[in-house]
């Protein structure tokens, strides 16, 4: 149930970035790390 909702939820920013209505900046540099954050949290959850 988290997976979906937290890709629902990058839809969403990613969406009002490119209508203008959000500045994601941040993003542009850190996009891996959030990436690479998610599996960890996927993996961590699997194993406990």
Excluded: E, H, T, Y
């Amino acid at each position: 149930m988290i997976g979906p909702l937290i890709l629902i939820g990058l839809g969403v920013m990613f969406l009002l970035n490119n209508l203008g209505m959000l500045s994601l900046d941040f993003m542009a540099q850190w996009w891996p790390v959030v990436l690479i954050a998610l599996g960890v949290g996927m993996l961590i959850q699997k194993r406990s």
